[in-house]
Protein backbone atom coordinates (compact mmCIF):
# COMPACT_ATOMS: atom_id res chain seq x y z
CA UNK A 1 0.00 0.00 0.00
CA UNK A 2 1.02 3.81 -1.03
CA UNK A 3 1.43 5.59 2.15
CA UNK A 4 3.94 9.02 1.87
CA UNK A 5 5.39 10.45 5.07
CA UNK A 6 6.75 14.18 3.82
CA UNK A 7 8.60 15.72 6.94
CA UNK A 8 7.50 19.78 7.32
CA UNK A 9 10.33 22.37 7.02
CA UNK A 10 9.64 25.16 9.38
CA UNK A 11 11.23 27.57 11.61
CA UNK A 12 9.45 26.61 14.65
CA UNK A 13 6.43 29.62 14.11
CA UNK A 14 5.67 29.58 10.23
CA UNK A 15 5.69 26.55 7.90
CA UNK A 16 8.29 26.91 4.84
CA UNK A 17 6.00 26.86 1.96
CA UNK A 18 8.22 24.17 -0.01
CA UNK A 19 6.56 22.13 2.47
CA UNK A 20 2.97 22.41 0.85
CA UNK A 21 4.49 22.37 -2.59
CA UNK A 22 5.96 18.85 -1.82
CA UNK A 23 2.38 18.13 -0.50
CA UNK A 24 1.44 19.13 -4.06
CA UNK A 25 3.75 16.82 -5.28
CA UNK A 26 2.69 14.23 -3.00
CA UNK A 27 -0.94 14.21 -4.13
CA UNK A 28 0.61 13.44 -8.09
CA UNK A 29 1.69 9.76 -6.51
CA UNK A 30 -1.34 7.16 -6.28
CA UNK A 31 -1.47 7.05 -2.61
CA UNK A 32 -3.83 6.03 0.29
CA UNK A 33 -2.62 8.85 2.38
CA UNK A 34 -0.25 11.60 2.74
CA UNK A 35 0.71 12.84 6.28
CA UNK A 36 3.01 15.52 7.25
CA UNK A 37 5.49 15.34 10.34
CA UNK A 38 6.09 18.47 12.03
CA UNK A 39 9.69 17.52 14.22
CA UNK A 40 9.68 21.01 17.09
CA UNK A 41 10.18 21.97 20.63
CA UNK A 42 6.58 23.31 20.30
CA UNK A 43 4.57 22.30 17.32
CA UNK A 44 1.42 23.78 17.74
CA UNK A 45 1.70 26.81 15.36
CA UNK A 46 3.42 24.50 12.65
CA UNK A 47 0.62 22.14 13.07
CA UNK A 48 -2.06 24.28 12.81
CA UNK A 49 -0.77 25.50 9.66
CA UNK A 50 0.10 21.89 8.30
CA UNK A 51 -3.23 20.47 8.99
CA UNK A 52 -4.62 23.13 6.59
CA UNK A 53 -3.03 21.71 3.36
CA UNK A 54 -4.90 20.26 1.07
CA UNK A 55 -4.59 16.46 0.40
CA UNK A 56 -3.16 16.06 3.89
CA UNK A 57 -4.74 13.33 6.03
CA UNK A 58 -2.87 13.46 9.18
CA UNK A 59 -0.43 15.63 10.86
CA UNK A 60 1.81 13.77 13.22
CA UNK A 61 3.63 15.90 15.79
CA UNK A 62 6.92 14.76 17.82
CA UNK A 63 7.57 17.57 20.44
CA UNK A 64 10.87 17.86 22.14
CA UNK A 65 13.19 19.95 23.18
CA UNK A 66 15.99 18.32 21.26
CA UNK A 67 14.07 19.20 18.28
CA UNK A 68 14.18 23.08 18.70
CA UNK A 69 17.07 23.48 15.97
CA UNK A 70 16.79 21.05 12.64
CA UNK A 71 19.59 19.66 12.98
CA UNK A 72 19.87 16.71 10.27
CA UNK A 73 21.96 14.34 12.66
CA UNK A 74 19.73 14.94 15.70
CA UNK A 75 16.24 14.28 13.70
CA UNK A 76 17.12 11.39 11.79
CA UNK A 77 16.77 8.67 13.67
CA UNK A 78 13.40 10.33 15.06
CA UNK A 79 12.16 10.47 11.42
CA UNK A 80 13.61 5.97 10.64
CA UNK A 81 11.33 5.16 14.10
CA UNK A 82 8.23 7.36 12.52
CA UNK A 83 8.50 6.57 9.03
CA UNK A 84 7.47 2.44 9.74
CA UNK A 85 4.64 1.31 7.02
CA UNK A 86 5.26 4.10 4.63
CA UNK A 87 6.13 3.56 1.38
CA UNK A 88 8.01 7.26 0.53
CA UNK A 89 9.35 9.32 2.61
CA UNK A 90 9.47 13.03 1.32
CA UNK A 91 11.31 15.98 2.14
CA UNK A 92 12.00 19.28 0.60
CA UNK A 93 14.96 20.40 -1.12
CA UNK A 94 16.13 23.03 0.98
CA UNK A 95 18.73 23.20 3.23
CA UNK A 96 16.68 21.61 5.86
CA UNK A 97 15.63 18.63 3.71
CA UNK A 98 19.22 18.40 1.82
CA UNK A 99 21.00 17.72 5.47
CA UNK A 100 18.58 15.81 6.98
CA UNK A 101 16.88 13.38 4.02
CA UNK A 102 19.97 11.20 3.26
CA UNK A 103 20.97 10.50 6.33
CA UNK A 104 17.17 8.86 6.63
CA UNK A 105 17.92 7.30 3.53
CA UNK A 106 21.32 5.58 4.60
CA UNK A 107 19.69 4.80 8.05
CA UNK A 108 16.94 2.85 5.89
CA UNK A 109 19.41 1.30 3.68
CA UNK A 110 18.39 2.76 0.78
CA UNK A 111 19.56 5.38 -1.83
CA UNK A 112 18.08 8.66 -2.11
CA UNK A 113 16.30 10.57 -5.28
CA UNK A 114 16.89 14.19 -4.99
CA UNK A 115 15.00 17.29 -6.78
CA UNK A 116 11.94 15.87 -7.93
CA UNK A 117 10.57 17.15 -10.90
CA UNK A 118 7.82 15.33 -11.85
CA UNK A 119 6.06 12.35 -10.38
CA UNK A 120 5.85 9.54 -13.34
CA UNK A 121 4.46 6.87 -12.00
CA UNK A 122 4.83 5.50 -7.72
CA UNK A 123 8.50 4.83 -8.30
CA UNK A 124 9.03 6.98 -10.91
CA UNK A 125 10.42 10.14 -10.93
CA UNK A 126 12.45 13.13 -13.50
CA UNK A 127 15.14 14.87 -11.53
CA UNK A 128 17.65 17.28 -12.98
CA UNK A 129 20.71 16.56 -13.20
CA UNK A 130 24.32 18.58 -14.35
CA UNK A 131 22.84 22.01 -13.40
CA UNK A 132 19.56 21.18 -15.12
CA UNK A 133 21.22 20.47 -18.53
CA UNK A 134 20.02 16.75 -18.64
CA UNK A 135 16.86 15.53 -17.07
CA UNK A 136 16.83 11.54 -15.39
CA UNK A 137 13.75 9.68 -15.00
CA UNK A 138 14.70 7.46 -12.66
CA UNK A 139 13.03 4.50 -10.94
CA UNK A 140 13.59 2.90 -7.37
CA UNK A 141 12.92 -0.25 -6.38
CA UNK A 142 9.35 -0.89 -5.72
CA UNK A 143 9.72 -3.19 -3.03
CA UNK A 144 11.84 -0.92 -0.65
CA UNK A 145 11.01 2.66 0.71
CA UNK A 146 11.24 5.99 -1.57
CA UNK A 147 13.34 8.52 -0.04
CA UNK A 148 13.54 11.48 -1.98
CA UNK A 149 13.59 15.24 -2.29
CA UNK A 150 10.79 18.21 -3.82
CA UNK A 151 12.28 20.42 -6.55
CA UNK A 152 10.00 23.59 -4.76
CA UNK A 153 10.73 25.26 -7.95
CA UNK A 154 8.38 22.58 -9.98
CA UNK A 155 5.30 22.65 -7.86
CA UNK A 156 2.74 25.24 -6.80
CA UNK A 157 1.48 25.36 -3.39
CA UNK A 158 -1.28 23.79 -2.54
CA UNK A 159 -4.42 25.36 -1.12
CA UNK A 160 -5.05 25.90 2.66
CA UNK A 161 -8.84 24.83 3.12
CA UNK A 162 -8.00 21.68 4.70
CA UNK A 163 -8.78 20.26 8.70
CA UNK A 164 -6.68 17.58 8.94
CA UNK A 165 -6.15 15.54 12.48
CA UNK A 166 -2.87 16.55 14.70
CA UNK A 167 -1.68 13.75 16.03
CA UNK A 168 1.10 13.52 18.60
CA UNK A 169 3.14 10.46 18.19
CA UNK A 170 5.85 8.67 20.38
CA UNK A 171 9.11 8.51 18.80
CA UNK A 172 11.10 6.11 21.16
CA UNK A 173 14.79 6.73 18.90
CA UNK A 174 18.18 7.37 20.09
CA UNK A 175 18.41 11.38 20.17
CA UNK A 176 22.46 11.40 19.36
CA UNK A 177 24.13 14.40 21.83
CA UNK A 178 27.24 14.62 19.31
CA UNK A 179 26.01 17.66 17.27
CA UNK A 180 24.86 20.65 18.95
CA UNK A 181 23.36 24.21 17.15
CA UNK A 182 25.21 27.08 18.09
CA UNK A 183 24.11 29.80 16.91
CA UNK A 184 21.84 31.10 13.39
CA UNK A 185 22.58 34.26 11.60
CA UNK A 186 20.18 35.29 9.57
CA UNK A 187 19.77 38.28 7.30
CA UNK A 188 16.61 40.26 8.41
CA UNK A 189 14.35 42.32 5.20
CA UNK A 190 10.96 43.20 4.70
CA UNK A 191 11.53 42.42 1.58
CA UNK A 192 9.46 39.22 -0.18
CA UNK A 193 11.20 36.40 0.41
CA UNK A 194 13.38 35.27 -2.43
CA UNK A 195 12.29 31.38 -2.66
CA UNK A 196 8.28 32.55 -2.99
CA UNK A 197 8.47 35.54 -4.30
CA UNK A 198 6.60 36.14 -7.24
CA UNK A 199 9.04 38.89 -8.81
CA UNK A 200 12.81 38.64 -8.13
CA UNK A 201 15.27 41.43 -9.26
CA UNK A 202 19.03 39.79 -9.32
CA UNK A 203 22.42 41.40 -9.45
CA UNK A 204 26.03 40.47 -10.70
CA UNK A 205 29.40 41.37 -10.66
CA UNK A 206 28.95 44.05 -12.95
CA UNK A 207 26.96 46.19 -10.28
CA UNK A 208 30.99 46.55 -8.77
CA UNK A 209 30.23 46.93 -5.32
CA UNK A 210 27.92 46.70 -1.97
CA UNK A 211 27.13 50.49 -2.16
CA UNK A 212 26.18 50.09 -5.75
CA UNK A 213 23.92 46.90 -5.21
CA UNK A 214 21.70 49.67 -4.05
CA UNK A 215 20.75 50.20 -6.89
CA UNK A 216 19.23 46.86 -7.27
CA UNK A 217 17.21 46.99 -4.09
CA UNK A 218 15.95 50.27 -5.01
CA UNK A 219 14.59 48.87 -8.05
CA UNK A 220 13.60 45.57 -6.33
CA UNK A 221 11.01 47.85 -3.74
CA UNK A 222 9.07 50.10 -6.42
CA UNK A 223 8.35 46.20 -8.44
CA UNK A 224 7.97 44.62 -4.86
CA UNK A 225 10.37 42.57 -5.53
CA UNK A 226 12.50 39.90 -3.53
CA UNK A 227 16.23 40.47 -4.38
CA UNK A 228 19.15 37.94 -5.65
CA UNK A 229 22.34 37.86 -6.75
CA UNK A 230 24.69 36.08 -9.06
CA UNK A 231 27.73 33.64 -7.52
CA UNK A 232 30.18 36.40 -8.79
CA UNK A 233 28.31 38.75 -6.49
CA UNK A 234 28.14 37.18 -3.29
CA UNK A 235 31.91 35.86 -4.04
CA UNK A 236 32.81 39.23 -4.14
CA UNK A 237 31.02 40.06 -1.00
CA UNK A 238 28.43 42.58 -2.52
CA UNK A 239 25.60 40.56 -0.84
CA UNK A 240 25.16 37.51 1.56
CA UNK A 241 25.50 34.16 0.60
CA UNK A 242 21.36 33.57 1.15
CA UNK A 243 21.10 35.52 -1.66
CA UNK A 244 22.40 33.27 -4.50
CA UNK A 245 20.52 31.77 -7.17
CA UNK A 246 21.79 29.07 -8.81
CA UNK A 247 22.63 25.15 -9.24
CA UNK A 248 24.86 25.76 -5.39
CA UNK A 249 22.34 28.42 -3.78
CA UNK A 250 18.44 28.63 -4.54
CA UNK A 251 16.24 27.59 -7.32
CA UNK A 252 13.46 30.04 -7.90
CA UNK A 253 10.11 30.04 -9.97
CA UNK A 254 8.71 33.69 -10.10
CA UNK A 255 6.71 34.49 -12.88
CA UNK A 256 8.88 37.73 -13.14
CA UNK A 257 13.26 37.84 -13.03
CA UNK A 258 15.23 40.52 -14.12
CA UNK A 259 18.58 39.71 -14.32
CA UNK A 260 20.96 43.16 -13.73
CA UNK A 261 24.38 42.65 -15.15
CA UNK A 262 24.75 39.11 -14.79
CA UNK A 263 26.49 37.12 -17.66
CA UNK A 264 24.21 33.93 -17.33
CA UNK A 265 26.41 31.17 -16.45
CA UNK A 266 24.68 27.55 -16.65
CA UNK A 267 25.30 27.40 -13.05
CA UNK A 268 22.75 30.54 -12.99
CA UNK A 269 20.57 29.56 -15.32
CA UNK A 270 19.57 26.37 -13.56
CA UNK A 271 18.06 28.44 -11.11
CA UNK A 272 16.01 30.40 -13.15
CA UNK A 273 14.55 27.89 -15.73
CA UNK A 274 11.30 27.73 -14.31
CA UNK A 275 10.58 31.60 -14.12
CA UNK A 276 7.71 32.69 -16.30
CA UNK A 277 9.24 35.73 -17.84
CA UNK A 278 12.66 36.34 -17.91
CA UNK A 279 14.38 39.70 -18.61
CA UNK A 280 18.17 40.49 -19.04
CA UNK A 281 19.74 43.62 -18.87
CA UNK A 282 23.79 43.37 -19.53
CA UNK A 283 26.16 45.75 -21.62
CA UNK A 284 27.74 42.27 -23.39
CA UNK A 285 25.17 41.72 -26.19
CA UNK A 286 26.98 38.10 -26.34
CA UNK A 287 26.21 37.20 -22.62
CA UNK A 288 24.41 34.03 -22.78
CA UNK A 289 21.48 35.16 -20.46
CA UNK A 290 20.29 36.59 -23.48
CA UNK A 291 19.64 32.81 -24.98
CA UNK A 292 16.79 32.23 -22.32
CA UNK A 293 15.80 35.91 -21.96
CA UNK A 294 12.06 36.88 -22.82
CA UNK A 295 13.10 40.46 -22.97
CA UNK A 296 16.63 41.53 -23.51
CA UNK A 297 17.90 44.85 -23.05
CA UNK A 298 21.89 45.69 -23.59
CA UNK A 299 23.03 48.55 -22.20
CA UNK A 300 25.41 50.12 -19.08
CA UNK A 301 23.05 49.18 -16.21
CA UNK A 302 24.15 52.38 -14.17
CA UNK A 303 22.08 54.41 -16.40
CA UNK A 304 19.25 51.66 -17.21
CA UNK A 305 18.28 50.94 -13.54
CA UNK A 306 18.35 54.03 -12.69
CA UNK A 307 15.46 54.94 -15.65
CA UNK A 308 13.84 52.18 -15.15
CA UNK A 309 12.98 52.51 -11.78
CA UNK A 310 11.95 55.94 -12.46
CA UNK A 311 9.75 54.93 -15.29
CA UNK A 312 7.82 52.55 -12.61
CA UNK A 313 6.35 54.96 -11.31
CA UNK B 1 45.09 15.10 14.83
CA UNK B 2 46.88 12.25 12.78
CA UNK B 3 44.83 11.92 9.60
CA UNK B 4 42.47 13.52 7.69
CA UNK B 5 40.48 12.12 4.59
CA UNK B 6 39.35 14.03 1.92
CA UNK B 7 36.82 12.58 -1.36
CA UNK B 8 37.66 13.34 -4.84
CA UNK B 9 35.64 12.64 -7.48
CA UNK B 10 36.08 12.80 -11.45
CA UNK B 11 33.47 14.20 -13.26
CA UNK B 12 32.69 16.41 -16.34
CA UNK B 13 34.83 19.50 -16.64
CA UNK B 14 32.97 22.79 -14.93
CA UNK B 15 32.87 24.81 -17.99
CA UNK B 16 32.13 21.91 -20.59
CA UNK B 17 28.34 22.14 -22.07
CA UNK B 18 26.95 18.65 -21.57
CA UNK B 19 24.86 16.72 -24.22
CA UNK B 20 23.01 13.20 -23.68
CA UNK B 21 23.64 10.50 -25.94
CA UNK B 22 21.17 10.07 -28.68
CA UNK B 23 19.89 7.06 -27.31
CA UNK B 24 18.83 8.36 -24.17
CA UNK B 25 21.36 5.94 -22.47
CA UNK B 26 23.32 8.46 -20.39
CA UNK B 27 25.49 11.56 -20.81
CA UNK B 28 28.43 11.69 -23.73
CA UNK B 29 31.91 11.90 -21.89
CA UNK B 30 34.11 10.48 -24.71
CA UNK B 31 36.50 13.22 -25.52
CA UNK B 32 35.03 15.58 -22.80
CA UNK B 33 37.55 17.41 -20.15
CA UNK B 34 37.55 15.23 -17.09
CA UNK B 35 38.67 17.39 -13.59
CA UNK B 36 38.02 17.03 -9.60
CA UNK B 37 34.66 18.03 -8.85
CA UNK B 38 35.15 22.01 -8.08
CA UNK B 39 33.45 20.83 -4.55
CA UNK B 40 36.29 18.02 -3.85
CA UNK B 41 38.74 20.52 -4.39
CA UNK B 42 37.62 23.05 -2.18
CA UNK B 43 37.15 20.05 0.26
CA UNK B 44 41.27 19.47 -0.10
CA UNK B 45 42.45 22.78 -0.07
CA UNK B 46 41.16 23.23 3.41
CA UNK B 47 42.51 19.69 5.04
CA UNK B 48 45.61 20.96 3.94
CA UNK B 49 45.62 24.39 5.53
CA UNK B 50 44.04 22.22 8.51
CA UNK B 51 47.49 20.48 7.83
CA UNK B 52 48.91 23.41 7.19
CA UNK B 53 48.34 25.26 10.73
CA UNK B 54 50.38 21.72 11.92
CA UNK B 55 46.19 20.81 13.30
CA UNK B 56 46.64 17.62 11.28
CA UNK B 57 49.41 15.14 10.72
CA UNK B 58 48.67 13.32 7.23
CA UNK B 59 45.89 14.40 4.35
CA UNK B 60 44.80 11.18 2.21
CA UNK B 61 42.55 11.58 -0.76
CA UNK B 62 40.42 8.47 -1.98
CA UNK B 63 38.35 8.41 -5.31
CA UNK B 64 35.83 5.29 -6.45
CA UNK B 65 35.87 4.32 -9.84
CA UNK B 66 38.09 3.58 -13.02
CA UNK B 67 41.82 3.62 -13.18
CA UNK B 68 41.57 7.13 -15.12
CA UNK B 69 40.38 8.57 -11.65
CA UNK B 70 43.88 7.82 -11.72
CA UNK B 71 44.53 11.47 -12.78
CA UNK B 72 42.20 13.02 -10.46
CA UNK B 73 44.17 11.81 -7.54
CA UNK B 74 47.71 12.76 -8.88
CA UNK B 75 46.22 16.55 -9.05
CA UNK B 76 45.21 16.08 -5.40
CA UNK B 77 48.79 14.84 -4.56
CA UNK B 78 49.99 17.54 -6.39
CA UNK B 79 47.90 19.49 -4.81
CA UNK B 80 50.09 18.41 -1.54
CA UNK B 81 47.89 15.22 0.08
CA UNK B 82 50.42 12.62 1.14
CA UNK B 83 48.53 9.36 -0.42
CA UNK B 84 45.87 8.19 -2.75
CA UNK B 85 43.77 5.28 -2.66
CA UNK B 86 41.65 4.26 -5.40
CA UNK B 87 38.84 2.29 -4.83
CA UNK B 88 38.53 0.61 -8.45
CA UNK B 89 35.29 -0.43 -10.55
CA UNK B 90 34.14 -0.19 -13.90
CA UNK B 91 30.62 0.59 -13.39
CA UNK B 92 29.77 3.81 -11.31
CA UNK B 93 28.28 2.79 -8.47
CA UNK B 94 25.40 4.21 -6.87
CA UNK B 95 25.65 6.62 -3.86
CA UNK B 96 24.60 4.25 -1.02
CA UNK B 97 27.30 2.12 -2.47
CA UNK B 98 29.94 4.81 -2.44
CA UNK B 99 29.10 6.21 1.28
CA UNK B 100 29.52 2.33 2.34
CA UNK B 101 33.02 2.32 0.61
CA UNK B 102 34.27 5.36 2.20
CA UNK B 103 33.04 4.18 5.66
CA UNK B 104 35.34 0.75 4.85
CA UNK B 105 38.31 3.35 4.20
CA UNK B 106 36.98 5.12 7.35
CA UNK B 107 37.63 1.91 8.95
CA UNK B 108 40.76 0.87 8.01
CA UNK B 109 42.44 4.26 8.16
CA UNK B 110 40.83 6.04 11.39
CA UNK B 111 40.96 9.10 10.28
CA UNK B 112 39.43 11.73 12.82
CA UNK B 113 37.94 14.14 9.64
CA UNK B 114 36.56 13.82 6.88
CA UNK B 115 36.20 16.20 3.86
CA UNK B 116 34.11 15.67 1.31
CA UNK B 117 32.69 18.30 -1.34
CA UNK B 118 28.99 19.30 -0.68
CA UNK B 119 27.71 17.86 -3.94
CA UNK B 120 29.53 16.71 -7.26
CA UNK B 121 27.96 18.63 -10.26
CA UNK B 122 27.74 15.93 -12.64
CA UNK B 123 25.11 13.97 -10.55
CA UNK B 124 23.48 17.00 -8.09
CA UNK B 125 22.88 14.55 -5.65
CA UNK B 126 24.03 15.71 -2.44
CA UNK B 127 24.28 13.05 -0.36
CA UNK B 128 27.43 10.99 0.44
CA UNK B 129 28.58 13.27 2.80
CA UNK B 130 25.41 12.66 4.69
CA UNK B 131 25.25 9.16 4.26
CA UNK B 132 28.53 8.23 5.46
CA UNK B 133 28.37 10.49 8.73
CA UNK B 134 24.79 8.47 8.84
CA UNK B 135 26.09 5.14 8.58
CA UNK B 136 29.23 5.72 10.76
CA UNK B 137 26.92 7.03 13.30
CA UNK B 138 29.06 10.43 13.54
CA UNK B 139 28.14 14.15 13.12
CA UNK B 140 27.98 15.82 9.61
CA UNK B 141 28.68 19.63 9.28
CA UNK B 142 27.25 20.27 5.50
CA UNK B 143 27.83 22.60 3.67
CA UNK B 144 30.37 24.17 5.16
CA UNK B 145 31.90 27.56 4.87
CA UNK B 146 34.02 27.58 8.13
CA UNK B 147 35.98 25.13 9.89
CA UNK B 148 37.02 26.20 13.16
CA UNK B 149 39.11 22.83 15.24
CA UNK B 150 39.34 23.30 18.79
CA UNK B 151 40.61 19.63 20.11
CA UNK B 152 37.90 17.07 20.03
CA UNK B 153 35.26 19.08 18.77
CA UNK B 154 34.38 21.06 15.27
CA UNK B 155 32.85 24.54 15.07
CA UNK B 156 30.97 24.07 11.86
CA UNK B 157 29.92 27.36 9.92
CA UNK B 158 26.83 26.69 7.41
CA UNK B 159 25.64 27.83 4.66
CA UNK B 160 21.84 27.41 4.93
CA UNK B 161 18.76 29.22 3.11
CA UNK B 162 18.35 32.33 5.80
CA UNK B 163 21.72 33.27 6.31
CA UNK B 164 25.01 31.31 8.19
CA UNK B 165 24.07 28.64 10.78
CA UNK B 166 26.99 28.36 13.31
CA UNK B 167 26.89 23.97 14.75
CA UNK B 168 29.51 22.33 17.33
CA UNK B 169 30.20 18.85 16.71
CA UNK B 170 32.54 16.43 18.30
CA UNK B 171 35.53 14.44 16.34
CA UNK B 172 35.47 12.30 14.44
CA UNK B 173 33.22 13.91 12.20
CA UNK B 174 32.36 14.12 8.19
CA UNK B 175 32.59 17.84 6.76
CA UNK B 176 31.19 18.95 3.36
CA UNK B 177 32.77 21.41 1.55
CA UNK B 178 30.56 24.85 0.41
CA UNK B 179 31.83 27.35 -2.18
CA UNK B 180 33.06 29.78 0.01
CA UNK B 181 35.34 27.76 2.45
CA UNK B 182 38.59 28.88 0.44
CA UNK B 183 39.90 29.20 -3.07
CA UNK B 184 41.62 26.07 -3.84
CA UNK B 185 45.36 26.76 -5.05
CA UNK B 186 46.84 26.11 -8.21
CA UNK B 187 48.85 23.00 -8.86
CA UNK B 188 52.42 24.19 -9.66
CA UNK B 189 55.05 22.21 -12.13
CA UNK B 190 57.79 20.99 -9.82
CA UNK B 191 54.51 19.75 -7.58
CA UNK B 192 52.88 17.68 -10.25
CA UNK B 193 56.68 15.76 -10.49
CA UNK B 194 57.28 15.45 -7.13
CA UNK B 195 52.87 14.05 -7.32
CA UNK B 196 54.43 10.76 -9.33
CA UNK B 197 56.41 9.65 -6.29
CA UNK B 198 53.92 10.05 -3.95
CA UNK B 199 51.91 6.61 -2.87
CA UNK B 200 48.72 5.91 -4.86
CA UNK B 201 46.99 2.43 -3.12
CA UNK B 202 44.68 0.57 -5.33
CA UNK B 203 42.17 -1.77 -3.88
CA UNK B 204 38.88 -2.85 -6.00
CA UNK B 205 35.77 -1.96 -4.80
CA UNK B 206 34.40 -5.87 -4.93
CA UNK B 207 37.47 -6.36 -2.40
CA UNK B 208 36.20 -3.72 0.56
CA UNK B 209 33.20 -6.48 1.31
CA UNK B 210 30.36 -4.11 0.90
CA UNK B 211 26.72 -4.73 -0.03
CA UNK B 212 25.46 -2.61 -3.46
CA UNK B 213 22.73 -0.77 -4.08
CA UNK B 214 19.55 -1.20 -3.53
CA UNK B 215 20.04 0.82 -6.72
CA UNK B 216 18.15 3.24 -8.46
CA UNK B 217 17.65 2.31 -12.50
CA UNK B 218 18.39 5.10 -14.30
CA UNK B 219 15.92 4.89 -17.25
CA UNK B 220 16.01 7.67 -19.39
CA UNK B 221 18.41 10.87 -19.63
CA UNK B 222 16.95 13.70 -21.68
CA UNK B 223 17.88 17.24 -22.54
CA UNK B 224 15.77 19.67 -20.63
CA UNK B 225 12.71 21.87 -22.47
CA UNK B 226 14.04 24.68 -24.16
CA UNK B 227 12.26 28.31 -23.64
CA UNK B 228 11.07 30.17 -26.82
CA UNK B 229 13.34 32.78 -28.30
CA UNK B 230 12.67 36.62 -26.52
CA UNK B 231 12.73 40.02 -27.71
CA UNK B 232 15.74 42.42 -27.68
CA UNK B 233 14.48 45.95 -26.55
CA UNK B 234 15.75 48.87 -27.55
CA UNK B 235 15.79 51.12 -24.58
CA UNK B 236 13.87 51.16 -21.14
CA UNK B 237 10.75 52.95 -22.81
CA UNK B 238 10.41 49.22 -25.02
CA UNK B 239 11.34 47.37 -21.42
CA UNK B 240 8.26 48.66 -20.05
CA UNK B 241 5.94 48.60 -22.71
CA UNK B 242 7.17 44.71 -22.93
CA UNK B 243 6.48 44.34 -19.60
CA UNK B 244 3.15 45.75 -19.65
CA UNK B 245 1.88 44.19 -22.93
CA UNK B 246 2.65 40.85 -20.52
CA UNK B 247 0.31 42.23 -17.69
CA UNK B 248 3.87 42.20 -15.52
CA UNK B 249 3.39 46.16 -15.05
CA UNK B 250 1.20 48.22 -14.46
Known sequence: ????????????????????????????????????????????????????????????????????????????????????????????????GKDLMPRVAALLGVNQISDIMSVEGTHTFKRPIYAGNVVLTIEAPADLPVVATVRAASYAAVESGNDAPVVAVDCNAEIPSHSRFVELQAGSSDRPDLQTAARVVSGGRALGSAENFELIFTLADKMGAGVGASRAAVDAGYVPNEMQVGQTGKIIAPSLYVAIGISGAIQHLTGIKDAGTIVAINKDEEAPIFEVADIGLVGDLFSIVPELTAALD | MEKILVGLKRVVDYNVRVRVKSDGSGVETDGVKMSINPFDEIALEEALRIKERGEASEVIVVSIGASESQQQLRTGLAMGADRA???????????????RALLEIVRREGPELVILGKQAIDDDNIQTGQMLAALWDRPQG?????????GDTARVTREVDVGLEIIEIDLPAVITADLRLNEPRYVKLPDIMKAKKKPLDEIALADLGIEAGPELKEVLFEPPAERQKGIMVDDVAGLVAALKDKGLVA
Open chain 2, 142 to 150: AFASKIELN
Open chain 1, 1 to 96: MTKILIIADHDGQTLNPATSKSVACATEIDSASIDVAVFSDNVSEVAAQAKQLDGVSRVLTVENEANKHALGAVLAPQVVAIAEGYSHILGCSTSF
Open chain 2, 85 to 99: ILITTDKAPDTLSCA
